[in-house]
């Protein structure tokens, strides 16, 4: 762990311990990596990570091409924004490296967008002895731009 030599503004100090209740001692704890993530705060304000079904089969829910589930940058589910029937722990666990490659990238302030975005759900699938599968294509969605008013 690395602790921080970086001086931290009241206002900053204040943000951080209401977002992550954390303590004078924790904030001291703080490393480059975590105030490279933390000064990517602002960039990914408004985007939105979207795990698409591009095929499934045999699966529970019933989900179907087209139906997402949209996520915060910082891997929030959104379910109001999302159409997946529900949240299933086989779809969501194969996800998260790609989070991490996508928050990386976010903190290294590059397309947040990986290469490699395609996964399926950690269930087999009938012909393997488990019960169905979904393929996901993950992205990043830029904020909508919020229309002027005349």
Request: hydrophobic share 40%; charged share 25%.
């Amino acid at each position: 762990m690395g602790t921080s030599r970086r001086k931290i503004s009241p206002e900053t100090a204040r943000s951080l311990k209401e977002k992550f209740g954390w303590s004078d001692e924790q904030l001291k704890l703080l490393g480059p990596m975590h105030w490279k993530v933390i000064d990517a705060f602002p960039r990914r304000e408004g985007y939105r990570v979207v795990a698409e079904v591009l095929q499934a089969g045999g699966c529970a829910l019933q989900a179907k091409v087209g139906d997402k589930i949209v996520f915060s940058p910082g891997g929030v589910v959104l379910p109001q924004e999302s159409t997946f029937p529900q949240l299933c722990l086989w779809a969501l666990a194969p996800m998260f490296p790609i989070f991490q490659t996508i928050y990386d990238r976010f903190a290294e302030g590059i397309d947040p967008n990986p290469i490699w975005n395609v996964v399926k759900c950690a269930d087999v699938g009938i012909e393997c002895g488990g019960f169905g599968e979904v393929l996901f294509k993950i992205y990043v969605q830029p904020p909508v731009a919020k229309k002027r008013k005349e």
